[in-house]
């Protein structure tokens, strides 16, 4: 699937247009899910989103496709993520997104005094 021309046909849609959105395409089954991300102001792929991880895993729930009291496994192109999380009759609460911090970018910029 090519995200970027799936995604723009969505986050440019005149519904979404003047906020924008991020959009993820989700593929799912038992306690797994595999996330790719268009993400607006980036205007491309990006390597995860993990707001879009902890919706769709909660969206699994949803439809039955998780296990109880498991982590939810998150594929994504930057590495696998753990959603966690309990459903009540009110909701869910003590959602929880786990993985790795990596450090993938350093810079400088230099501000002129005004």
């Not at 970027?4 to 005149?14: D, F, M």
């Not at 902890?54 to 994504?76: F, Q, R, S, W, Y």
Request: hydrophobic share 35%.
């Amino acid at each position: 699937m090519n995200v970027v021309n799936e995604g723009r046909k969505v986050r440019y849609n005149e519904r979404f247009k003047e906020n924008g959105i991020n959009v993820n395409f989700v593929t799912g089954s038992k306690g797994k899910l595999t996330i790719r991300t268009y993400e607006r102001g980036v205007e491309d792929e990006t390597w995860s989103c993990g707001t879009g991880s902890v919706a769709a895993a909660i969206a699994l729930d949803l439809e039955g496709k998780t296990l109880p009291n498991c982590d939810v496994e998150v594929v994504a192109n930057g590495g696998v993520l753990y959603v966690s999380f309990k459903r009540t009759e009110e909701g869910f609460t003590d959602i929880w997104l786990k993985g790795p911090a990596t450090k993938v970018y350093e810079g400088m910029i230099e501000i002129p005094k005004i």
